[in-house]
C-alpha cells in the first residue's frame, strides 16, 4: 500500500517524464535529481512508518503480558477492585474502589455517614520483614 506521499513523488515523476525534460540541461538534471530524492525519501517514510506501526503494536502486547504478570503477581483482579470499610463509630458500611484506597493511602478517613475519621490499618508490619501478615 502506498502512502499518500509515495502517491504524490510518484505523480510528480510522471509529470515529469511526460514533459520529457532533456535531462542533459542543468535543469533537466536538477529537476531529475530533486523528484528523485522526492521518491527516496516518500519510500524511507513508509518504511519508517511500518516500523513505528510494528513497534507500537509490538508496545502493546508488553503493556498486556506486564499487566497480566503484575495481576498475577499482586493477586489483582477486575473482581477484587471493590472494597468495603466499615466505619467503627456508625457501622456504615462503605464501598472503596483501587482509586479510592490510593486517595486514602495516609490512613485517615472520614466516614460520609458520620463524618467521624476512622483510622486506617494500612497493613504495615512491625517485624520489618516488608510482609502484608497480622501483627
Known sequence: MMSEIS???????????GLKLDKETTEGQLIDGILGLLGDMA???EMLDQE???LADK???????IEMIGDEAFGCDDDDDMYTLVCDHCGAEIDLTA?????????VFKCP??????????GDCDCG??????K
Open 99 to 107: 482509586d479510592d484506597l490510593d486517595d486514602i493511602a495516609d490512613g
Open 59 to 65: 508496545m502493546d502486547e508488553m503493556e498486556d503480558v
Open 7 to 17: 502517491n504524490r513523488a510518484a505523480y510528480l515523476k510522471g509529470l515529469a517524464d
Open 52 to 54: 513505528q506501526g510494528f
Open 43 to 45: 519510500e524511507e517514510m
Open 129 to 134: 520483614c516488608d510482609c502484608d501478615h497480622d
Open 113 to 122: 455517614d458520620c463524618g467521624e475519621i476512622i483510622e486506617l490499618d494500612m
